[in-house]
């Protein structure tokens, strides 16, 4: 439940939006949950790294789609050649047939290199921030994720609500 939390936190804006394309917060949660149940990582301070390169992988991700909407770019002009009567063009159901096979491809192809790179790291990962990072807490997963919420509204007070709280946060934590 913590792990979802902090994910659903991080990125608040989920749905592309014309040529904003978020990281894909799905695929960050599908890596690590099946992972943190078999490992038993229930820890943050043995999350930390996983869950980083989880954060990774959901920017790979959304750096693939954009690459795929460049590719799909010659599909739509191909659409428009057909819809002018060329013979050169291509029916809007192939093109819509074929942008679907590509991006389920390359999605499901991406999630299956990151989810064997997460199985051999993961331990390692986890074993490294138990070591490292026993200090790190739930609340300092929340507070971080908070702040990506705050920032994935895109709204100039947001940002300066984040800074107060930030600033305020630094003068009591100097107390």
């Given at each position: 439940m913590p792990l979802g939390i902090v994910f659903e936190l991080v990125w608040l804006d989920v749905l592309a939006l014309g040529s904003v394309v978020?990281?894909?917060g799905t695929l960050s949660f599908l890596l690590l949950f099946p992972l943190a149940v078999l490992y038993d990582w229930r820890q943050p301070?043995?999350?930390l790294l996983p869950v980083a390169?989880?954060?990774?992988c959901a920017h790979a991700a959304a750096w693939l789609e954009q690459q795929q909407r460049q590719l799909m770019d010659d599909a739509s002009e191909r659409v428009q050649l057909w819809c002018a009567g060329d013979a050169g063009g291509t029916l809007p159901g192939r093109?819509?047939?074929?942008?679907?096979?590509?991006r389920a491809g390359a999605?499901?192809?991406?999630?299956?290199?990151?989810?064997?790179?997460?199985?051999?790291l993961g331990p390692l990962f986890a074993r490294i921030g138990a070591e490292w990072f026993p200090s790190v807490s739930w609340a300092m997963f929340y507070a971080a994720a908070m702040?990506?919420?705050v920032l994935g509204l895109r709204i100039r007070r947001a940002y300066a609500v984040l800074a107060a709280a930030l600033i305020i946060l630094g003068l009591l934590m100097s107390l």
């Open positions: 978020p990281p894909y301070d043995v999350l390169f989880a954060m990774l093109a819509i047939l074929y942008s679907i096979l590509v999605q499901y192809a991406l999630y299956i290199v990151c989810f064997l790179l997460m199985t051999a702040a990506g919420a």
